[in-house]
């Protein structure tokens, strides 16, 4: 079969309650699987115990006790030792791999830049992929410049305040995943992608510049807006067959995929025309195309 034992998938859950507890300071006691040598913990880092072996799944036993965090593997002759750690607080090391934060505006919530989560891609597991500094200071960058060409522009016109279907809150967004792999054919640069099951989450390759970067996050957010109503009303009477054309693909599409594209094009579409004329956003003027 394709992926991990149902017991890993599952166990990823016992990963969630683990963080839950440590946020709220609560004891828990837990078996979360390791892959490969390590426990992740989503939205919080990646665990990487001391002597494990680096290939296959073992079942950890995780305590919480007053935010600090005790793991030991409960397979035998495996030569593993125990790790305490508290990964609120615990900065970079061998052995921990905190979450990347992207700060959006003091006292704002942070996005987190994911490239350690094994369900982070919108296929099968991954393994993490550690971005180099290099790559962690251009997504900075890049996602500091969008964040202000996001914050004064809306509405009707470049700096006022609105509420068009081109504005976005930055921080209302969940989680950034670099694009983790290469396309067969062709480059990966300008595509992104997301899932209604993970609202606010969204797969990017690199960006060019600020304002693309700002432009994608408009258009997957708007992805992430559509599919939470799908899920809570039936807006379509769908068959699932693929037989609409839409004027940005050349292959047909079922109903929800057309709307869907329709609707995050009016945002990309909203997003430019509030930059019309402004020459920081928008410098090569392109905005009126």
Known sequence: SVGPPLWVDAGHLAGVAVVAALRAGTAAE????????????????????????????QPV?????????????????????????RPLTAPQSALWWPAHRLPVRPGRPEVTLDDIDPYRDLDRPIPPRRLTPRELATWQRLF???????????????????????????????????WPGRLRHGPVAGLSASTADAFGSMVVAGPPDGAA?????????????????????????????????????????????????????????????????????????????
Not at 32 to 50: D, I, K
Not at 61 to 66: F, G, K
């Open 30 to 57: 837990l078996v979360v699987p390791a892959r490969e040598g390590a426990v992740a913990l989503p939205t919080l880092g990646l665990a990487r115990l001391p002597g494990t072996p680096l290939l296959g799944f």
């Open 61 to 85: 036993h995780a305590r919480v006790r007053e935010g600090e965090l005790r793991l030991l593997p409960t397979g035998r002759g495996t030569g593993a030792t125990a790790l305490n750690l």
């Open 144 to 178: 500091t410049e969008a964040v202000a060409l996001l914050g004064p522009a809306s509405g009707s016109g470049p700096g006022s305040p609105g509420t068009g279907p081109g504005t976005l809150r930055p921080e209302e967004i969940r989680r950034i995943v670099p």
């Open 213 to 289: 970067f700002a432009e994608t996050m408009v258009h997957e957010f708007q992805h992430s807006k559509l599919g939470a109503l799908l899920h809570l009303f039936a807006l379509l009477d769908d068959d699932r067959e693929e037989k609409h054309y839409a004027p940005w693909r050349p292959d047909p599409r079922h109903l929800p995929g057309l709307l869907h594209g329709a609707y995050a094009f009016v945002g990309v579409a909203g997003f430019w025309r509030d930059r019309i004329g402004d020459r920081a956003a928008d410098p090569l003027d392109l905005a009126p195309f």
